[in-house]
């Protein structure tokens, strides 16, 4: 069973910097895509960024400029660089994987950014 690992979440101020991590129990390129994900109390789980298997990066809007994804195959980790973090960027953050047609999902962390 394939399992995914975040860490790296914690207390910020606004403004500030965070890197999340998601290690990966597998060697990740057997995954179609990879990607991180964001819930709000109180709202839907939404899509923050993805990468292909290719490397191909997306955001949300909201992130662009200020959110970079990656991944370190040999680690078989991804990352979520976040800078320039705002009050509104606080959630617990998820890390998905796509592997055939099943969706892989980490037990989230969370990154609260206070004003």
């Known amino acids: 069973q394939v399992a995914l690992v975040e860490s790296g979440g914690g207390l910020v101020q606004a403004g500030g910097s965070l890197r999340l991590s998601c290690a990966a129990s597998?060697?990740?390129?057997?995954?179609?895509?990879m990607g991180w994900y964001r819930q709000a109390p109180g709202k839907q789980r939404d899509l923050v960024a993805s990468?292909?298997?290719?490397?191909?990066?997306n955001y949300a809007d909201s992130v662009k400029g200020r959110f970079t994804i990656s991944t370190n195959n040999a680690q078989d980790t991804m990352y979520l660089d976040m800078t320039s973090l705002k009050p509104e960027d606080t959630a617990v953050y998820y890390c998905?994987?796509?592997?055939?047609?099943?969706?892989?999902w980490g037990q989230g962390t969370q990154v609260t950014v206070s004003s």
């Open positions: 597998t060697t990740i390129s057997r995954f179609n895509n």
């Open positions: 990468i292909s298997s290719g490397g191909t990066p």
């Open positions: 998905s994987a796509r592997i055939f047609s099943v969706n892989l």
